[in-house]
């Protein structure tokens, strides 16, 4: 966890790891804190075409893959977040599993417009402490990539990806390699733009910041 002032507003920032038990955990031991708000950021891979790399979505819902219950985002964030340049997406959908190759994209493609693995139970601990939430995340893949290799493998026990573990699979299979540089620089290429939209959004809410009204958070 890492802290920061923003104007008279503190700034708490919780590396969560990868995988909704990570995200639950951190989510739960954040908001032990009552914040006024959450926001539940990082990247996410594109599920339809239209969407670069480095865009930036926010959800008005975000749910399970397969499921058809779904937390809402707060509407006054979400409006927030269009107008600091974010796009607007209907549906965030939130894997248990990674979403590694074009043909499952395509298939969660009719659910919703991308995927990450953690918002939908950040969004769900929130509403239940009472806390806007939103989730803002930043397209590292396109509709059309295939991921490389096994990410989820390359794990340690705090849903951190080693070095170590991406690199046993690239001497296994070298032929991955060229696209495994490709999301590399097309992940540092979105956290920076993500960077640069968390700047902007945390600062103007910052300045608005109480009272933020409790939303609607439960949607079909």
């Known amino acids: ?33 009552r914040p006024d708000l959450c926001i539940s950021t990082g990247l996410a891979g594109a599920l339809r075409d239209g969407f670069r790399v480095g865009d930036i979505l926010a959800a008005r819902l975000v749910s399970e893959v397969g499921e058809p219950v779904a937390v809402a985002g707060h509407r006054e964030l979400l409006a927030t977040a269009v107008n600091c340049g974010a796009h607007q997406i209907e549906r965030l959908a939130t894997s248990k599993t990674l979403i590694a190759r074009v043909e499952e994209k395509q298939e969660i493609g009719a659910q919703a417009e991308a995927v990450d693995m953690e ?87 910052a300045e608005r910041l109480i009272p933020i009204e409790q939303d609607t958070v439960a949607a079909l």
């Open 119 to 205: 918002s939908y139970v950040i969004l769900v601990e929130a509403a239940r402490c009472g806390v806007p939430a939103l989730a803002v995340r930043a397209v590292s893949d396109a509709s059309d990539f295939d991921m490389p290799y096994d990410f989820a493998k390359a794990c340690d026990a705090q849903g951190q990806i080693r070095i170590a573990g991406v690199l046993a699979q690239v001497l296994r299979k070298p032929s991955g390699l060229p696209a495994l540089m490709k999301l590399a620089r097309d992940s540092r290429a979105a956290s920076r733009r993500l960077a640069g939209f968390l700047d902007a959004f945390v600062g103007t809410i």
């Open 1 to 33: 966890m890492f802290e920061a002032a923003l104007g008279g507003a503190k700034i708490r920032a919780v590396l969560t790891g990868m995988g909704q038990e990570h995200a639950l955990d951190a989510a739960k031991r954040a908001l032990a804190y």
